[in-house]
């Protein structure tokens, strides 16, 4: 966690949309459910990790922020 400002916020979300958007074919569609996925567990309580997209998609996300 780091103290920051609202618009730093915002361009990293942006960034990472902006990629995430630009996926295609094969990487789109499981980007996309990646995302569906997380949410949906997130709706019903279930947490916010899943074993598979965890690794496959958002280890990626975390990378690009440093770990």
């Given at each position: 966690m780091f103290p920051s400002v609202p618009r730093l916020y915002n361009?990293?979300?942006g960034k990472i949309k902006e990629k995430?958007?630009?996926a295609t074919g094969l990487k789109g569609m499981l980007?996309?459910?990646?995302?569906?996925s997380k949410l949906d567990n997130l709706k019903n309580g279930l947490g916010f990790s899943h074993m598979l997209y965890d690794k496959l998609v958002f280890d990626k996300v975390k990378a690009m922020l440093g770990g």
């Open positions: 361009r990293i979300y995430m958007d630009a980007v996309q459910r990646a995302i569906a």
